[in-house]
């Protein structure tokens, strides 16, 4: 506790040393960032591999939520209940220099782990929608079915000008939902490296490698 | 500070719940893949021995995310504890060790080489790491002994390890 500011944890006397990350929480969160990479910049929307990665990054967001509700003490939802007010006080202090320590989330990262959780919801929600709610191997099934000259799956894909109306809405959800997602992801960056500032230690680190030995 | 032998064992433990990780993750990737498939096949053909059977595995993948979740915080917890208990438990033989010393009248000196000599270190090593000669350091170790009161160096580290089996000579230094 080399620190030149006093925090909570000083004053309370000794800090109770919090392990960061686990393996859930760092697979999960670096499985998840991939996917919205490769889905935002690298994939074709709407490609094989574009709903593939989607249903992936689906795979992760339920396991951290089911770890969030049976994992550890500090990936627990518990640990970290949203909390606005909160969040804003923590910005507040951060940007005056002035940041408290906290074991596992900060208010301000917790209220962006579920911003993001909530629009990767959106976005996958959205994504199953516009496929018609088959999964990847159901739609590789079709298009084999398509290339074999079986143009009679097509037929149930019809639809009338209302189903056509409320898929544009949900496609036009899938795309605003996708670069809100960029846009928390880039807040979500320059928090890190601010708060890691502040504090003067990587906060990087321990959510690649996990605790130091 | 770190003893090799614990160190070595958290180390296979944190392996072992990184693995754990991977194949959690490897098993909910399967599990929301097929639930899809499932869901699909429910709007095709519900009733179908084809759906029945295939819900039924993935029932069975997704209780074995869920199990595996918790049987994965319950190693990184037993982790943990054994991290905490450890630092706790060596902090604790170092002071019982520095109570020992002063009680003993040991010099700053003969204290540094003491603890050295009960890490195992032989006396070419304290000499070496306190940059003195070997003759300095085996008269210090021979002063240790005679105020400890133990003939060599076999019972001084057997002084420390016998309170650690419970039945210790009273460490209280009166």
Known sequence: MAAPFRTQADEAGAVQPVRLWDPVVRLTHWGIALVVLANAVLTE???RIHVWAGWAGLALLLLRLVWGLVGTAEARFSAFPPDPAAALRHLMLLARGRVEEHPGHNPAGAAMAYALWAMLAVLTASGIWMTGGKSPMQLDAQRAAVAAGDWSVMVAEDRDDDDKALGDAVE????????????????????????????RRNLVLPMLFGPRE | MTEPVPKAKTGVTRRLSNALAA??????????????????????DPGSIHFITEALVTLVLVMGVVFGAVALRRTVEQMRAQQTALAAASGALAQVIDRQFAAWGLTPAERDVGFLALKGLDVAEIAALREAAQGTVRAQLTRIYAKAGVSGRAQFAAFFVEDLLGQGLPVDPA
Not at chain 1, 178 to 195: K, M, Q, Y
Not at chain 2, 30 to 44: C, K, P, Q, R, S
């Open chain 1, 45 to 47: 929307g709407g490609s």
């Open chain 1, 172 to 199: 036009e959800v899938h795309e605003v939902a996708g670069n809100l997602i960029l846009f928390l992801v880039l807040l979500h960056l320059g928090g890190v490296v601010a708060e890691s500032r502040a504090l």
């Open chain 2, 23 to 44: 194949f959690l993750v490897v098993q909910s990737l399967a599990a929301v893949f097929f639930v899809g498939d499932v869901i699909g096949d429910l709007m095709a």
